[in-house]
């Protein structure tokens, strides 16, 4: 590969400089994290003012608290941990953005780490370019995936109600994350009362907090996020050697205005093996809180089916926010996958009923593999039994 920069060698230090004012330069602190939140927030308002949360909306959604809990706990059996209080917070698109990817900084760190100890080898490089591309992979590899993911924060955050849009373990606490302005989005776009939006989203949020608060349960897709995302920047790439690899390194600014190019081109985690086992155990637990909230809702609402299709059509609509987070992350979260959640939750209850779910709450290996979610009577047959999971 032979890639020349316009003009002689002294434009090489000049690009560098260029492109590090453009990512907030080599200040103190964590530069690669605070370039992702300067982006994540300008992603989310799309640059203009920060919606405004307006305090009735916290009044709201903590006077259904007391009676969602109540019925969160009946539709699960009260199977689930219960937290001694539950408190509500209220975020912006901006503040969301923000928070969420406070909660992936650790990830991030550890996926910039392993970046650093396990370097992307280039070809052979010309026209001067050598020294600049290894100041590049070095300063400026970290910067690139924290804009990849502030990218995608921002993106999430037009979009998401609660903080469990994704199924990756929230930060600790007891406090229920809501987007006041994306609750409104909702029911103006499928047609719903708010106050039902309003409780559809206390529901959930109440289910996925306490699903995900099970420690065996968040410790096995820890384990499991943290190896698809090994796996999946391998599969993605570094930006930067893609755009090395295109023989203009002038692309790179051109990207850096275009922030929606950062999530160009990313690849469906696919059938790689981390990616695979992880996607199936997100599928089989997103499929079960989306089954529990529902019966909660009816046991509330009465019948529910205009919110549930609403549910099902805004949960697989091809959205850049949740599919490019979740492929970074190696979660595959396809329509397929919504749809292979939702029929394996039905089959096991037509073979066993509600109480056939529940292995799903112990985490560890009764978490199903691939396989079984494909085929739950293999699922069904290994508990019974006792067995470990070994099939992929």
Known sequence: MSMNLPGDDDAVPGLLGDLMKVLGGAGSGNVWLDSAKALAHGVATDGQEDDVVDPLERIALEALLPLVIARVDEATEHLLPSAATLSVTLRSRGAYALRVLDAWAPRLATMIENQAANPVELGEVGGG?????????????????????????????????????????????????????????????????????????????????????????????????????????ATQGSLLQRLTESGDPMAMQAMLSDPDALLDDLHQPGEQLESATLSAMTTALEAYIDYGTFLALEKILGPVATLREAWRRFRTTEQRGEQATAALFGIDRTKEQVDRGARFVEFVLDRAGAAGLAPLLTGGAALPTPAEVDAPGLWLERLAYGGEATEV
Request: charged share 20%.
């Open 129 to 233: 370019m050598d020294q600049f591309l290894r100041q590049m992979m070095s300063t400026m590899g970290p910067m690139f995936i924290g804009l990849q993911f502030g990218s995608a924060a921002g993106h999430l955050a037009r979009r998401a109600l609660t903080a469990y849009a994704l199924p990756i373990p929230w930060l600790p606490g007891d406090s229920l994350e809501f987007v006041p302005a994306n609750l409104a989005a909702f029911s103006e776009d499928w047609s719903i009362p708010l106050d039902q939006v309003r409780m559809l989203a206390a529901t959930r949020e109440v289910l996925a907090h306490r699903c995900y608060a099970i420690p065996e349960v968040r410790d096995r897709l820890n384990a499991a996020i943290d190896a698809a995302c090994t796996e999946a920047m």
